[in-house]
């Protein structure tokens, strides 16, 4: 049924024709809209809307971007790129990879391919005069960026500067250890000074020798002082920052390879009973020592050493870290002591000496403190007044 209804507001009038009832029952009135009236499009309007302005494409900032560009030239870095220098190690094979491979650097922004564990610098089939060459290589440099060695009034002072009182620059060291990244902050740091402060922290401390060693053998610095978990890396005499090499940098960081577990089944040499009499005898043995969050582990080898002449069983409390941390800490225990893992449950690492214990002599490890004065080996510096507890650091990274 069709009808028409007209409708005056104001001054105007116009006509709507409906097919439905809704005027009659509830005094509808359509909107402007639908009113059949015959709307003029401008022409000129029309085109305009038709050409639109195309959104521009996305573009990573300057420092990312790489499109049209070479590779990264990293001949004047010759070591093979790592997430991690401290916790990975090249003479540790994994089993299987978490991810496909691809380079965390980003495509084609190096000229090196990522194995899934590193980036090496040579071909992985090359030998071992390959890996000689590149140590020989990366000891020349060192020297020559070094050149001639501090004097002991020099050291001191560089010490005395790079103190808590006087600057709060620091790079901190965590549970990752000595990340490629890391390279990158430790330069940027020696374009203001001559030496920078890091402080190690967690599950890297218990292999002090290690950092110290992998820092200046990837930063081709030199450490002069340190102090429990802190250290001062010098840059070198010959350092320019303009001339410091192109570190590129990891993007993001790469999946952990598959290794090997840590605790099997059964102990070797042992039959399942006796496993698990041993865990559960283990669990139940006085606690040698209680780890802290991110604290500083450098004396825990050389007491579980001493621990292992008197008891069969050690056992480590370490409520409040990660799994995953105390996971790596028992791996580089079982290396360093030696010892056996027994098992990580209720937060415990409970490790046995073994069957035919012998106690190991001497080991690689640093005392919590060394002094590098030349007063002992230079005649001309015995006489000079070197006062130490002016230069070190605060002892709260060490509690």
């Given at each position: 049924m069709?009808?028409?209804?007209?409708r005056?507001t104001g001054?105007r009038?116009?006509t709507?024709?409906?097919?439905?009832n809704?005027?009659?029952k509830?005094s509808?009135?359509?909107?402007?809209?639908?009113h059949?009236k015959?709307?003029?499009?401008?022409?000129?309007?029309q085109?305009?809307n038709?050409?639109k302005?195309?959104?521009?494409l996305y573009?990573?900032p300057?420092s990312?971007?790489?499109?049209g560009?070479e590779p990264?030239?990293?001949s004047?870095?010759?070591?093979?790129?790592?997430?991690?220098?401290?916790?990975s190690s090249?003479a540790v094979?994994?089993?299987?990879?978490?991810e496909p491979k691809?380079s965390?650097?980003?495509p084609?922004?190096?000229?090196?391919?990522w194995?899934?564990?590193?980036?090496?610098?040579v071909?992985?089939i090359?030998?071992k005069?390959?890996?000689?060459?590149?140590?020989g290589k990366r000891?020349?440099?060192?020297?020559?960026?070094?050149?001639q060695e501090?004097t002991?009034a020099?050291?001191?002072?560089?010490?005395?500067?790079c103190?808590?009182?006087?600057?709060k620059?620091q790079i901190n060291?965590?549970?990752?250890?000595?990340?490629h990244?890391?390279?990158?902050?430790i330069?940027?740091?020696?374009?203001?000074?001559?030496?920078?402060?890091?402080k190690c922290?967690?599950?890297?401390?218990?292999d002090m020798?290690?950092?110290?060693?992998?820092l200046?053998?990837?930063?081709?610095?030199?450490?002069?002082?340190?102090?429990?978990?802190?250290l001062?890396?010098?840059?070198?005499?010959?350092?320019?920052?303009k001339?410091?090499?192109v570190i590129?940098?990891?993007?993001?960081?790469?999946?952990?390879?598959?290794?090997?577990k840590l605790?099997k089944?059964?102990?070797?040499?042992l039959?399942?009973e006796?496993?698990?009499?041993?865990r559960?005898k283990g669990l139940?043995v006085p606690?040698l020592?209680?780890l802290?969050?991110?604290g500083?582990?450098?004396?825990?080898?050389?007491?579980?050493?001493?621990?292992?002449?008197?008891?069969?069983l050690?056992?480590?409390?370490?409520?409040?870290l990660e799994?995953?941390?105390y996971k790596?800490?028992?791996?580089?225990l079982?290396?360093?002591?030696?010892c056996i893992l027994?098992?990580f449950?209720?937060e415990?690492?409970?490790?046995?000496?073994g069957?035919d214990?012998?106690?190991?002599?001497?080991?690689c490890?640093?005392?919590?403190?060394?002094?590098?004065d030349k007063s002992?080996?230079?005649?001309?510096?015995?006489n000079?007044d070197?006062?130490h507890?002016?230069?070190e650091?605060?002892?709260?990274?060490?509690n």
């Amino acid at each position: 049924m069709m009808f028409v209804v007209l409708r005056r507001t104001g001054r105007r009038s116009f006509t709507t024709t409906t097919t439905s009832n809704l005027y009659t029952k509830y005094s509808f009135t359509p909107p402007p809209s639908l009113h059949q009236k015959q709307h003029i499009i401008n022409p000129q309007t029309q085109n305009n809307n038709k050409k639109k302005k195309s959104k521009p494409l996305y573009r990573p900032p300057s420092s990312l971007d790489r499109s049209g560009k070479e590779p990264i030239n990293s001949s004047n870095l010759p070591f093979d790129f790592r997430f991690s220098y401290t916790e990975s190690s090249p003479a540790v094979r994994p089993i299987g990879l978490r991810e496909p491979k691809y380079s965390p650097f980003g495509p084609e922004r190096i000229d090196r391919a990522w194995t899934g564990v590193c980036a090496p610098a040579v071909h992985p089939i090359a030998g071992k005069e390959e890996s000689g060459r590149l140590e020989g290589k990366r000891k020349m440099m060192r020297d020559r960026i070094q050149g001639q060695e501090l004097t002991n009034a020099e050291r001191i002072a560089l010490v005395e500067t790079c103190g808590k009182h006087k600057t709060k620059r620091q790079i901190n060291l965590g549970r990752d250890g000595l990340t490629h990244n890391m390279l990158n902050d430790i330069h940027n740091n020696w374009k203001h000074a001559e030496a920078v402060r890091i402080k190690c922290m967690g599950v890297p401390t218990v292999d002090m020798k290690n950092v110290c060693a992998q820092l200046e053998d990837k930063a081709f610095g030199k450490i002069i002082h340190r102090h429990g978990g802190s250290l001062i890396l010098y840059r070198g005499r010959n350092y320019h920052p303009k001339k410091r090499p192109v570190i590129p940098l990891m993007l993001w960081k790469p999946q952990e390879p598959i290794y090997p577990k840590l605790i099997k089944t059964t102990i070797e040499g042992l039959s399942i009973e006796e496993t698990k009499e041993m865990r559960k005898k283990g669990l139940a043995v006085p606690a040698l020592t209680k780890l802290a969050k991110n604290g500083y582990y450098g004396g825990l080898v050389p007491m579980i050493r001493d621990a292992f002449l008197v008891e069969e069983l050690v056992r480590i409390d370490c409520k409040g870290l990660e799994r995953k941390d105390y996971k790596k800490l028992g791996a580089k225990l079982r290396d360093l002591v030696p010892c056996i893992l027994v098992t990580f449950e209720k937060e415990q690492i409970v490790i046995w000496r073994g069957k035919d214990y012998k106690p190991k002599d001497g080991g690689c490890f640093l005392m919590d403190r060394e002094f590098f004065d030349k007063s002992e080996t230079d005649p001309e510096l015995e006489n000079q007044d070197v006062n130490h507890g002016e230069i070190e650091f605060d002892s709260d990274d060490e509690n």
